[in-house]
T-cell receptor
Framework: AQRVTQPEKLLSVFKGAPVELKCNYS??????LFWYVQYSRQRLQLLLR??SRESIKGFTADLNKGETSFHLKKPFAQEEDSAMYYC????????????FGDGTTLTVKP | DAGITQSPRHKVTETGTPVTLRCHQT?????MYWYRQDPGHGLRLIHY???????DKGEVSDGYSVSRSKTEDFLLTLESATSSQTSVYFC??????????????FGPGTRLTVT
């Protein structure tokens, strides 16, 4: 079975501070991992995919297979980063279905 | 927005009534999904489809049915709505199956209230 855990429901930081949103997963095969973001009353949108090893809006995430983690990081948080963030896992053999974590609400204070 | 729309965007209905939500996509994607979003539960998969007339259950499918008679439309039906089905419902499509990565693209959501 696949599982995604986001241990923090709420995270609050000040503008300019570093931020890290934690994500741990459980999956027996090779996972595809993603971070999605949902700004207030908007649709979810893809932020990052681990396979691309990209940086979007200053965010990065590294897959650590030893620790089964995919934490999202940004060195200097901005107020516009305030949103709900979901970590998601998709396996290669399950019709593209994704399992989502419960989400972390990030608030960046001025 | 990957050409995904949902209708209605908001609905209030009474317990026991049937409700159908529609997801429409314009880009001929094969895989479509219905999720519900609830505080403290994140996104949970209700049903998904991997082609016309091909559907399967997700983790929270009880009380829901789906149909896909055309590639572009994926309908979610609550046969007899209950207050526990008050939620925000999101439709999603996936670009790449059967080849990874399986990133998903979401519709704007439907806010359903069952009174």
């Amino acid at each position: 079975a696949q599982r995604v855990t986001q241990p923090e429901k709420l995270l609050s930081v000040f503008k300019g501070a570093p931020v890290e949103l934690k994500c741990n997963y459980s999956y027996s095969g090779s996972p595809e991992l993603f971070w999605y973001v949902q700004y207030s009353r908007q649709r979810l949108q893809l932020l990052l995919r681990h396979i691309s090893r990209e940086s979007i809006k200053g965010f990065t995430a590294d897959l650590n297979k030893g620790e089964t983690s995919f934490h999202l990081k940004k060195p200097f948080a901005q107020e516009e980063d305030s949103a709900m963030y979901y970590c998601a896992l998709s396996g290669r053999t399950n019709a593209g279905k994704s399992t989502f974590g419960d989400g972390t609400t990030l608030t960046v204070k001025p | 927005d990957a050409g995904i729309t949902q209708s209605p965007r908001h609905k209030v209905t009474e317990t026991g009534t049937p409700v159908t939500l529609r997801c429409h996509q314009t880009e001929n994607h094969r895989y479509m999904y219905w999720y519900r979003q609830d505080p403290g539960h994140g996104l949970r998969l209700i049903h998904y489809s991997y082609g016309v007339k091909d559907t399967d259950k997700g983790e929270v499918s009880d009380g829901y049915s789906v149909s896909r008679s055309k590639t572009e439309d994926f309908l979610l039906t609550l046969e007899s709505a209950t207050s526990s089905q008050t939620s925000v419902y999101f439709c999603a499509i996936s670009f790449k199956p059967p080849l990874p990565p399986f990133e998903q693209y979401f519709g704007p959501g439907t806010r359903l209230t069952v009174t």
